[in-house]
């Protein structure tokens, strides 16, 4: 299993970033995945989960309704699509894919996921 991000980088607050999580080694479209951040010296946040059978979400309040997450089932790809950045949502950003169909209320469970990335940065500054 190999998840790759990419997307991260510098961008002011109130601007944009799209995020993609390249995924392999295990059926994307059936499966669990999600994005978590982590920020130095915090601990571990969820961000979104989105389930693979059907494509339900479930969104972290802080982020519902300025982010957007995908997936492109041709590209076996994962996307974040980042409005509205904020600096306290500067952190390593990771994603992770599991198996089997959890209910809503576990995909943004850390337990959920068995494989994870190695993260992209987003740094929001001016």
């Known amino acids: 299993v190999q998840l790759v991000e990419s997307g991260g980088g510098l961008v002011q607050p109130g601007g944009s970033l799209r995020l993609s999580c390249a995924a392999s080694?295990?059926?994307?479209?059936?499966?669990?995945m999600a994005w978590f951040r982590q920020a130095p010296g915090k601990e571990r946040e969820s961000v979104v989960g989105?389930?693979?059978?059907?494509?339900?979400?479930n969104y972290a309040n802080s982020v519902r309704g300025r982010f957007t997450v995908s997936r492109d089932k041709a590209k076996n790809t994962m996307y974040l699509q980042m409005n509205y950045l904020k600096p306290e949502e500067t952190a390593g950003y990771y994603c992770?894919?599991?198996?089997?169909?959890?209910?809503?209320?576990?995909?943004?469970?850390?337990?959920?996921?068995?494989?994870w990335g190695q993260g992209t940065q987003v740094i929001v500054s001016s």
């Open positions: 992770a894919a599991g198996s089997g169909n959890p209910i809503s209320g576990r995909l943004r469970s850390p337990s959920t996921y068995e494989y």
């Open positions: 080694g295990f059926p994307f479209s059936a499966s669990p």
């Open positions: 989105i389930r693979g059978t059907d494509g339900a979400t």
